[in-house]
Structure formats: structure tokens, C-alpha cells
């Protein structure tokens, strides 16, 4: 599966849709992190495991999976 995504290099980490890291990624329950709304509420995320590819480079690299918007 291939689709465009802008990924923000100087960011920490990179939150994505299920949608965007859809496939047969390696995936697994984050314990160590938690999104918060605004309101206070929780979102639990998946670490993914995703592969980019930059021109002819392919990269690997862990992001978070979370239902948001």
C-alpha cells in the first residue's frame, strides 16, 4: 500500500490514523505513552512499526497509531 504523508522531522514522535498504517506492520500496545485531549480525556495509542520510503531510500521507523482527526 502507498499513500503521501508529511512527516515533521524536527517533531518528536509522529501520530497517524489507523488508515495510514494500515497493513501487516509490526504493531504493538504503547504503555509508555498516552494522548490527552484538551478536554482531559484519553486516547490510547499502538507503537507501529512503518516503512518510508524518501525518493529511492527506504526508512524504517516507530510512530503512533491513534484515533484522531
Given at each position: 500500500m502507498s499513500c503521501r504523508v508529511t512527516i515533521d522531522t524536527g517533531a518528536s514522535g509522529?501520530?497517524?490514523?489507523?488508515?495510514i498504517f494500515a497493513g501487516e506492520h509490526?504493531?504493538?500496545p504503547s504503555r509508555a505513552y498516552v494522548l490527552q485531549t484538551a478536554s482531559g480525556e484519553t486516547i490510547?495509542?499502538?507503537e507501529a512499526l512503518a516503512e518510508l520510503t524518501v525518493g529511492r531510500r527506504a526508512l524504517k521507523m516507530?510512530?503512533?497509531?491513534?484515533e484522531v482527526t
Open positions: 509522529t501520530v497517524a490514523r489507523p488508515n509490526e504493531r504493538k490510547p495509542v499502538m516507530w510512530g503512533f497509531i491513534a
